[in-house]
């Protein structure tokens, strides 16, 4: 029991540091291309967070499996080919459950294959961990990544159009002005980054704080 206590609470911790305390996004800036570019409506969000999902698990897993047994410099080739294939099933997947996704989303669809999060947690971590570790970072960082693209989204779109998940005719609009355009979301991504760093300082001073009251 004590044993399952301890896998648990360590999975949550891997959880976690993917979705806010190491976001790759916000601290680690990987993956920043489709959110500053493409997340500029609801709609665009989900569908790159679905895809960003289907993709990353399963090239996660594999190559928690397979990572070890390639030399580190033929790696990166290994996990864009397989992101390349697991792409198929993905974007068929997020197609059904949201039809015209991959069409309107153009290029940022396929360009998800090569997103620099999945690349580095693929390559980097999933090798050198096991299967439970790599599952929760891989969902853990997929959530991460949802949650950063539909806030910007949803900020430009409400700031855009009062509202969220109107009609989209593809990824960039004619009125949009400049809320549209990647500077405007690297703005939110630099402020998102900001508050995250705050939370960890926050957290770091709390458990230096306990450590000086033990001793």
Known sequence: MKNKRILFRETGTIFLNGVLYKNPLLVGALGLYPVVAAGYNMKNAVELSLLFLFISVPTALLFCLIG???????RPGFVLTAAALFYLPGSWLTEKILPGSITALSMFASLMICNSVILSRANDYAPTHIGWAVAADAVGCSIGFSLVICLIAAIRELWLKGGIWHANTGVYGTADAGVSLPFFGFILVAFLAAFVQWINE???????????TRA
């Open 68 to 74: 070890e047994m390639m030399p580190l410099w033929i």
């Open 202 to 212: 926050k957290r770091s001073n709390k458990t230096a704080k306990r450590k000086v």
